[in-house]
């Protein structure tokens, strides 16, 4: 490739990937071997579709092996190739560095277009697929643990869970060996909108930070900011909804595969999602007008535009369009190295997509640990906490003579249920890991950009990882 021409998708992490690395003293050898794929498994296999046999090609690759098991999501597209879940799977190994998950990366793809398919059949590729894993020991709760991504939820992770238990009979932490299971399937409550729900953590962390959006002319605090979003699918829509009503963001554009609309006074999102029920489509939303091409939301003057489809979205051919101020890459790989030199320059501020949808592998982290554990988070102390803050609020109430409605006093001594402790633990993890990454510019002046600063905090990680294994002594 040459140095100044269009990356693709894979190349962009590695381009971004050795921006990063000049900032960092490791030894070659080392950053080396944190950069390549460690293990890739390209496979094809026959399932039967309709009255004749289909042969479905696939992928599982996963990255760095410094931490067990890898981790990373399945994605079913027709555009899946395997430059695609490398890249997936690396940015993982990223990814889970920042927010402090102990896996390596991961990504699983299948070549297929789930809209093609009917349910029965998208089941018997995923449980074919699941087999292809089991045989070459490609998943397992300590080995590897797949997760849903786009074209993938609770349904498919349900497939795979229940084929693993077929194929490993007595394995008693058979249910770790996936996540973003249903919750009535061993899932944990707030896993599917955990991606979301971090995504709008983090657009909130640098909305707050005040030296960061002095240079974008920005007055802090989420309320009343514009918001574009590409993509309603599992994150865009719980970004959206989540960052309306937790964040007081006006949504004014939503594009989906079947076009775009806008709406200068905002969007409301369960609306939306209610008429595309109805009607098939976004189109013809009341109040909103239809946009001629869906792209166009790509280039409507916001304050947060959020991606949240797929990669190379803001690309050479479009980027001088972007008017919005930061780009919330809520998609892995929105935009590409290049669009993303220009945006820097123009003064735009980025959030990574390594650190801001880190929250969908943050709660499956919380899933997996709660199916090794066998039991459910708040389970041991809800009723302790719930019975010392009764005794506290009746203490006060004795000494002070003053009583307090019992609305007030069920909201003040409640104790912790697992969504609440999912959520304060999503929140913390979105949290520190922004304090990290700010931390890294503060430290390293030249580095002037949040990617390169969560790659170098993701680079410091991993390689003590490989240095304490006396790996690089
Ligand atoms: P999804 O399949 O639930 O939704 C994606 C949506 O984007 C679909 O509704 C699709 O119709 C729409 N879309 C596709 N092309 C489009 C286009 N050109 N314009 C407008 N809309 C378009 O997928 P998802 O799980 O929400 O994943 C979206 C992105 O987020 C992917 O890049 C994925 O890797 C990333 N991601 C997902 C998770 C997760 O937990 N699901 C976690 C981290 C990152």
Redesign the pocket.
């Known amino acids: 490739m040459a140095k100044n021409s269009e990356p693709n998708f894979y190349e962009s992490v590695q381009r971004n990937f050795d921006k990063a690395a000049r900032h960092t003293n490791l030894p070659e050898g080392l950053l080396e071997q944190i950069k390549v794929c460690n293990a890739v498994y390209y496979m094809q296999f026959p399932v039967k579709v309709g009255n004749h046999y289909q042969v479905i090609e696939a992928f599982r690759v996963q990255h760095s092996h410094h931490r067990h098991p890898t981790k990373g999501?399945i994605?079913f597209s027709q555009k899946v190739s395997q430059e695609e879940v490398m890249a997936?799977a690396a940015l993982m190994t990223y990814k889970c560095a920042i927010v402090d998950v102990p896996f390596g990366g991961a990504k699983g793809g299948v070549k297929i277009s789930p809209r093609d398919y009917t349910p029965g059949q998208l089941e018997r590729i995923t449980r074919r697929y699941t087999t292809e894993l089991v045989r070459k020991n490609f998943i397992g709760p300590a080995i590897d643990v797949p997760?849903?991504?786009?074209?993938t939820?609770a349904r498919e992770m349900a497939w795979i869970l229940d084929t693993y238990s077929a194929l490993k009979g007595g394995d008693i932490d058979a249910s770790a060996c996936v996540t973003?299971k249903p919750v009535t399937q061993n899932g944990i409550r707030g896993r599917e909108e955990?991606?979301g729900r971090g995504v709008f953590y983090g657009i909130r962390e640098v909305l707050n930070d005040k030296g960061l959006l002095k240079r974008m002319g920005l007055e802090p605090g989420t309320e009343g900011k514009t918001m574009a979003i590409?993509?309603?699918?599992?994150?865009?829509y719980y970004t959206g909804k989540i960052s309306q009503e937790e964040g007081g963001f006006k949504i004014i554009s939503v594009?989906?595969?079947e076009g775009a609309i806008y709406c200068k006074n905002g969007i409301d999102i369960d609306a939306l999602v209610a008429h595309r029920k109805k009607t098939g489509s976004i189109l013809d939303f009341p109040g909103a007008v239809n946009m001629e091409q869906?792209k166009q939301t790509l280039e409507v003057a916001c304050d947060v535009l959020v991606p949240?489809?797929?990669?190379n979205?803001i690309r050479d051919d479009n980027v001088k369009k972007v008017k919005a101020k930061i780009i919330a890459e809520?998609?892995?790989g929105p935009v590409t190295a290049s669009a993303a030199e220009y945006l820097l320059k123009k003064g735009c501020v980025i959030i990574p997509d390594m650190y801001l949808?880190a929250g969908?592998v943050t709660v499956s982290y919380f899933e997996w640990l709660k199916n090794l554990s066998h039991m459910r988070f708040g389970r041991m102390e809800k009723r302790f906490d719930q019975n010392r803050y009764l005794n506290l609020v009746n203490l006060i109430e004795r000494e002070t003579g003053r009583s307090i409605s019992d609305k007030e006093k069920s909201f003040i001594t409640k104790g912790a249920d697992e969504i609440d402790l999912v959520r304060s633990g999503l929140e913390e993890t979105m949290v520190t890991a922004y304090h990290q990454i700010r931390e890294v510019m503060k430290r390293k002046q030249k580095i002037e950009d949040l990617r390169t600063a969560a790659f170098v905090n993701a680079l410091g990680k991993i390689s003590s990882d490989y240095i304490n294994m006396g790996v690089f002594p």
């Open positions: 999501g994605r997936l997760a849903p991504d786009y074209g939820g973003g955990a991606t590409q993509g309603l699918g599992n994150v865009g594009a989906e595969y869906r949240a489809a797929l990669e979205q809520a998609a892995n949808n969908g």
